[in-house]
């Protein structure tokens, strides 16, 4: 016996595996289900073969506004309700299957809402097979005469494969039948189960194109489910107990050495024909999870997965004998899942294990989305974020997949009745972002260095060699029973051989004669025999010698082939090094362009800042600009109006010291007339009647220059100095229209209007109770000083009810400061000893009250030098 060689896994190694920078997306198929009742209200719509349409159903209210509104989905294909199983198959599955016999691996699965079709896509109804049926019928249409003996491919219990000879092959095939309680009898098309027969059409079988004739292959099947997050082997065989059935044994993942994810201690089974690979299926189906809910009759209630896997290896250079090579071995395998669908417990009424079921099922689907959209975040924007694939079973058993080690296709399958709208919309949202992921594409694997059609060689040359028997009359392996019963019965018949009488002599000769007869004809059948062995050998002498020529015309190629080989290795060597040199000069690109992208990420940042802080700069120094004008403005401002104040303050100053000083004069002046008129002899004359005193003229009111003596004392007496009026003044009602940017220059006096309301903006009220208006208006004048302007009107009653102002006078009150010449003390002449003798007349009240002062209004002249001595009138 042999030793048993161990096959390679369905995967290269990671420090092996070649980088393959292409990439695919992952195809992503909808199909639509027809609605089970025609009166429902539909919420989708197929606009194309790539797009469909979601409009929300009567009453639902899609955002916040409440509009209507409708979305739209794109995919790799959409599939009608029209659409027929084996269509589907043809774009979706099919590809797959081509993948698996020539060595690659694939993923696909069916996910949706419950109800919406899963189960039916994947399986089928008899008639109408899914797509694992007819991915099976194509599988063992496309290998059925290359597939091996049973039991010469042996799994082992680390996702392993090993390949032994028929010899051993025959020995474990009787080994196990003999452990079987029952002999076991191949399937058949009769000895289905009459739920799964004819799921196949015969017309509608497909085979695969460019298998490789000179392999052999063997297919094991095994079927699990997920329920509640473990993972149970449903081909399984349970030792059933009536009293005290054993609950199923959960099985664990396990990593293999090539880090591969597999379930150890899973049941696989080899098959030979399509309908006992889904005999195996059907037997695992029914023990599947299933439950009755609100929304579906038979509701999935756990993950299925059906593992096809597929081994293969050459045969040997005679094309005869499996090619006992462990490294030549190889293994793909086709993963078929049939994801439970999600839902809603308040919408399916589930109770007790039913709401645990639905729990782990809607988040073993949250987890599978997540991992979905941290792989097309990585991908998209660059990120390194860890993908948590062991947070469910379902993504921790298929994360080789999303890393590169196969294709992934999903069909999306949706029901388009309205109940189902926020579902779909979810799932919808889920299959678009899965679109997004790309997948490395798997690399082809390696051509054993064998001559191509081997076996057909081999099977044509078994073929002329029993021809050239038949036609030199030599036995073939397959006639040589028959042409050992022909020589037999050619002989001549023997004579009965019965003596009944001593003294015969006739049956004795007759059988004498029979005989030598017999020996004769066997002497000529010897001479033929000779003959023709002579012949043979004569006929094996040339074959000899041509086999000679042939072998050293086949020496003579084989070392031109060895040159040419060699030719060949240093051009695969040569090409090994370009392409690491191409490698390198990709990865260093990538890391390049990686580099530039972040760059130019950088530098688009760095100038939005830029623009941002130059806005910002903009602004501040618009805003630095406006405080500073209004800074300026209020400095200006303040420093005029400090210096008017100064100025009036100054101004007043000077105006008290002279009026002082002025006092002083007078009281001087006082005392010298008294004095003066104390030396006088005889009685004073009485004085004279009072009577009005004539207003002074423009050119007495001047100020006149002042002696060293003081003036006489006049004589005339004191009156009231006329008053007079402003022209606004009057007995009717004002408007005083003050700004609220009015200066207050500080005057003396301000113009004051009686009867007036004050207002900071004119309104129709306060038009409607006046009949004047006056506007007070300030402007700086050419000479830099502020002048206050009094613009007055009218206030007239206009046909529509309204109020307009028609403006009279204009009436302007100026401020003018002007140096004050310094006044110089002087003595007085001839002035009295005794000064405290005239304090006490100008120590009363009427005396210092006497002299009244009158200054214009918009008169140049500063308040000293427009004052008037002019004696109060005294009442009679």
């Keep these: 016996m042999n030793r048993q060689a161990k096959g390679r896994t369905p995967r290269r190694p990671p420090h092996k595996k070649p980088s393959n920078n292409q990439k695919d997306p992952v195809g992503v198929y909808c199909r639509v289900r027809p609605l089970g009742v025609e009166d429902e209200e539909c919420c989708i719509e197929v606009i194309s073969g790539t797009t469909i349409q979601l409009h929300a159903p009567e009453g639902f209210k899609t955002n916040r506004n409440g509009e209507y509104k409708e ?152 079927y699990i489910e997920i329920y509640n997050n473990y993972i149970y082997d449903l081909l399984e065989e349970n030792q059933e107990d009536a009293i005290k059935p054993k609950p199923p044994q959960s099985k664990i993942l396990r990593e293999d050495q090539n880090h591969n994810m597999y379930v150890a201690g899973c049941m696989e089974v080899e098959v030979k024909s399509a309908e006992e690979a889904f005999q195996v299926f059907w037997k695992g189906q029914k023990k599947r999870k299933v439950a009755n809910t609100r929304l579906n009759r038979e509701s999935s209630r756990s993950h299925s997965v059906l593992i096809i ?19 030549q071995v190889s293994v793909s395998q086709l993963c078929l899942v049939d994801l439970a669908g999600s839902e809603r417990t308040g919408r399916t009424g589930a109770e007790g294990t039913r709401i645990r079921e639905a729990g782990n099922i809607n988040q073993s689907l949250l987890n599978l989305r997540t991992c979905i959209e941290i792989l097309r975040e990585n991908q998209m924007c660059g990120t390194n974020r860890m993908v948590p694939y062991r947070d469910s079973k379902v993504t921790h058993l298929f994360k080789n997949y999303f890393d590169g080690e196969g294709k992934v296709r999903m069909v ?126 004569s006929m094996l002498q040339e074959l000899d010698n041509n086999l000679i020529t042939k072998d050293n015309f086949i020496h003579e190629q084989n070392g031109k082939l060895e ?63 406006r405080l500073e004008q209004r800074m300026h403005g209020v400095v200006t401002d303040t420093q005029y109006k400090w210096e008017k104040e100064c100025d009036r303050r100054v101004n007043a100053m000077q105006l008290e010291m002279q009026n002082k000083l002025w006092v002083k004069d007078e009281k001087l002046k006082q005392l010298k007339a008294i004095v003066t008129e104390s030396k006088t002899p005889g009685r004073p004359e009485p004085p004279p009647r009072q009577t009005q005193p004539k207003r002074p003229s423009r050119e007495e009111r001047l100020p006149a220059k002042r002696s060293a003596s003081p003036s006489p004392v006049p004589t005339t007496t004191p009156v009231r100095p006329l008053h007079r009026r402003s022209r606004s003044a009057g007995g009717e009602k004002w408007v005083d229209h003050k700004p609220s940017s009015s200066v207050d220059l500080g005057t003396v ?113 500063g308040p000293g030098y427009e004052h008037h001595g002019i004696t109060k009138r005294r009442k009679p």
């Design 71 to 222: 979305t739209q989905y794109s995919f790799k294909k959409v599939f009608g309700v029209s659409t027929s199983q084996m269509e589907l198959f043809e774009f979706v599955a099919k590809p797959l299957v081509d993948d698996l016999i020539h060595g690659k691996n694939g993923l696909l699965f069916t996910y949706g809402v419950t109800g919406s079709g899963k189960t039916f896509t994947m399986t089928g109804s008899p008639g109408q097979g899914g797509l694992l049926p007819r991915s099976l019928d194509m599988i063992f249409n496309s290998i059925g005469p290359y597939q091996a003996k049973r039991y010469v491919f042996k799994t082992d219990d680390k996702n392993g494969m090993e390949v032994q000879n028929e010899v051993d092959a025959l020995l474990e095939r009787q080994r196990r039948e003999n452990n079987l309680p029952v002999p076991k009898t191949p399937s058949s098309r009769q000895k289905l189960d009459p739920e799964i027969a004819d799921m196949i059409k015969p017309e509608d079988a497909y085979k695969a194109d460019d298998v490789d004739e000179d392999s052999s292959y063997s297919v094991f099947v095994s």
């Design 309 to 327: 896997k597929l081994a293969q290896a050459p045969l040997d250079a005679d094309g005869d004998n499996i090619l006992q090579d462990k490294n």
């Design 412 to 537: 999306v399958c949706v029901n388009p009745k309205g109940d189902d709208y926020e579902e779909t919309l979810l799932v919808m949202r889920f299959a678009e972002m899965t679109q997004e992921v790309e997948v490395a594409r798997p690399v082809d694997r390696p051509i054993c260095g064998f001559t191509p059609g081997r076996r057909h060689r081999n099977q044509a040359f078994k073929e002329e060699l029993s021809r050239k028997l038949e036609e030199r009359g030599g036995p073939t392996d397959r006639d040589l029973p028959s042409v050992i019963n022909h020589l037999v019965h050619s002989l001549p018949p023997l004579p009965s051989s019965e003596l009944t009488d001593p003294h015969d002599d006739i049956t004795l000769p007759r059988l004498i004669e029979a005989l030598q007869n017999r020996h004769r004809i066997r002497q000529m059948m010897i001479d033929e025999y000779n003959k023709a062995a002579n012949m043979m050998k």
């Design 563 to 625: 040159e040419k080989d060699k030719i060949i290795q240093n051009n695969k060597a040569e090409l090994e090094r370009l392409e690491k040199k191409n490698k390198m000069q990709e990865h260093k690109i990538d890391i390049l362009q990686k580099t530039t992208k972040i760059y130019e990420d950088d530098k688009r940042s760095l100038m939005h800042e830029l623009e941002t802080r130059d806005q910002r700069l903009q602004r501040e120094l618009s805003d630095k600009r």
């Design 749 to 861: 006096l301000q113009p004051v209007i009686p009867n007036a309301i004050q207002v900071s903006a004119p309104s129709e009220k306060a038009l409607s109770k006046c009949d004047r208006y006056v506007l007070t208006h300030q402007e700086v004048a050419s000479d830099g000083e502020i002048q206050t302007k009094l613009i007055k009107g009218e206030v007239i009653k206009t046909r529509g009810g309204g109020q307009a102002v028609q403006f009279t006078d204009i009436e302007t009150l100026k401020q003018e400061l002007t140096a004050v010449p310094r006044r110089k003390r002087k003595s007085s002449e001839g002035a009295p000893a005794n000064e405290n003798a005239s304090d006490g007349a100008w120590t009363d009240v009427e005396t210092r009250c006497s002299v009244a002062m009158e200054m214009r209004a918009g008169s140049n002249m």
